[in-house]
């Protein structure tokens, strides 16, 4: 499989390498300072890739995703922090028969740690003497705070117990890799649930594995969608 790899940053990085590793291989990189409004995504460049694996910034992501649409690239991204744009996104590739899978969180054990979390909700939710808060750590470079996969708990949480505050604190520093605890705790007793990444091969490996996945498919899904089916 030929795969283009858009950004060079950590993540890039680690799916190119794991990529090549697997026996992918990596068409090219696309580097930001390259790529100011799209303008590196072209026809020329991109001949031949089977699908793209997105991990850039906030600001430069709709626009990446809408030349890949137009090109008919399968995409794959892991930028966070432009939800409130994913239906105008998710019209271009639809309109266009293409395929995009988009994810907070690439780490299978997170996603279980979510369906963990809302058989909690469900349970905690005729249980007013418990609060309920989220807290998150990352690296000191992640721009997005609260991190995707905070946010994307939080609204899970809500849509279950639809009465419960559920403030999230965030904290960034050094180079963590990514923890997310939850916490319901009483004057009594306190219930954590947590997820620590350890490294960020990680979430490389659950990325390839949507990137490896996604070319046979037509439409927009969750890396959850993938690897649990259609909710």
Do not use: C
Not at 46 to 53: F, K
Not at 78 to 96: A, N
Not at 125 to 151: M, V
Request: aromatic letters at 6%.
């Amino acid at each position: 499989m030929r795969i283009a790899i858009i950004g060079n940053g950590k993540m890039g990085m680690a799916v190119a390498a794991l990529a090549q590793e697997r026996g992918h291989i990596v068409h090219t990189v696309i580097q930001r300072a390259e790529n100011v409004d799209g303008q590196a995504l072209t026809e020329e460049r991109l001949r031949g890739v089977d699908v793209a694996v997105e991990f850039t910034r906030p600001d430069s992501v709709v626009r990446n995703l809408e030349r890949l649409s137009e090109l008919g690239i399968p995409t794959v991204t892991g930028t966070t922090g432009w939800g409130d744009q994913l239906p105008q996104v998710s019209h271009w590739f639809q309109q266009r028969r293409g395929a995009l899978l988009h994810g907070a969180n690439f780490a299978v054990g997170v996603h279980l740690f979510l369906r963990a979390a809302r058989e909690l909700a469900r349970g905690f939710r005729a249980r007013p003497e418990f609060s309920a808060s989220i807290e998150e750590e990352h690296h000191q470079s992640k721009l997005d705070a609260p991190s995707g996969t905070a946010l994307l708990l939080q609204r899970q949480l809500r849509a279950e117990d639809q009465g419960r505050n559920i403030p999230i604190s965030s904290l960034r520093r050094g180079d963590a890799i990514g923890t997310h605890i939850l916490i319901y705790e009483s004057p009594q007793e306190t219930v954590t649930l947590r997820h620590a990444a350890q490294s960020r091969e990680v979430f490389a490996a659950g990325a390839l594995a949507a990137a490896e996945w996604l070319p046979s498919h037509q439409g927009v899904f969750t890396f959850e969608q993938m690897l649990f089916g259609p909710s």
